[in-house]
């Protein structure tokens, strides 16, 4: 299994719609998980950062299932200015934050 | 305001002439860190610092050089570029929040620097 792996995409969804990724990693000992967003060929910025179950801020819901090694991510009622890449980061060690891996990214498109 | 910064943002250079992109953050933050992008292969840690003078390999560090002289530098260094090397940069400090055991943490991230070589 990749350390991080995320289907590439692209999503197509249309305004309002629920959308949901997922995130498989291999570290069953890592604790925190995060969420960058990247809009094209820019820098990515966190969206959400994920170390119990969950978290949720407004229309995003990210959700850890340990059992299953995987994270998601949730968007609810999208809106065209969501479009953009969201990458998965996992930490490759315990405690250790400082190794952070990324996955390639999961690319979404909101069409009106 | 709060930032990351890298110079130069584009540059197309040719095999063998040595370079440098700067890297500065204004957050007073200790541990920074260069990846590079390209497609397929998403970021890739090349080097990072935990504080100055400590920096170490991340996971592609051939071909490359860093150094940390003071905390809020970090440049990264091509001494003999090869078109291997061509990709997206990008330059990141890092907060600690550091809640309880989660290490909780946020990369700040500088605008990239594209680089091509010919």
């Known amino acids: 299994r990749k350390e991080v792996e995320q289907d590439p995409g692209p999503f197509n969804v249309p305004e309002g719609a629920t959308v949901a990724f997922n995130c498989t990693y291999s570290n069953s000992a890592s604790q925190s998980f995060f969420w960058y967003r990247q809009d094209c060929r820019k820098e990515p910025k966190l969206l959400m950062s994920?170390?119990?179950s969950g978290n949720e801020d407004g229309r995003f819901t990210a959700q850890l299932n340990r059992a299953s090694q995987y994270i998601s991510l949730l968007i609810r009622d999208s809106k065209l200015s969501d479009s953009a890449t969201y990458l998965c980061?996992?930490?490759?060690?315990?405690?250790?934050?400082?190794?952070?891996?990324f996955g390639t990214g999961t690319r979404l498109q909101v069409f009106p | 305001e709060a930032q990351v910064t890298q110079n130069p943002r584009y540059l197309i250079t040719v095999t063998g002439k040595k370079l440098t992109v700067t890297c500065s953050q204004n957050?007073?933050?200790?541990?920074m860190s260069w990846y590079r992008q390209d497609p397929g292969l998403g970021l890739r840690q090349i080097y990072y610092s935990m504080n100055v003078e400590v920096t170490d390999k991340g996971d592609v560090p051939e071909g490359y050089k860093v150094s940390r002289k003071e905390k809020r530098n970090f440049p990264l260094i091509l001494e003999s570029p090869s078109p291997n090397q061509t990709s997206l940069y990008f330059c990141a400090s890092l907060h600690r929040y550091d809640q309880g055991l989660a290490g909780y943490n946020e990369q700040f991230f500088g605008p990239g620097t594209r680089l091509t070589v010919l």
């Open positions: 957050m007073n933050h200790e541990y």
């Open positions: 980061v996992v930490p490759r060690g315990v405690w250790n934050t400082d190794k952070l891996i």
């Open positions: 994920v170390y119990s």
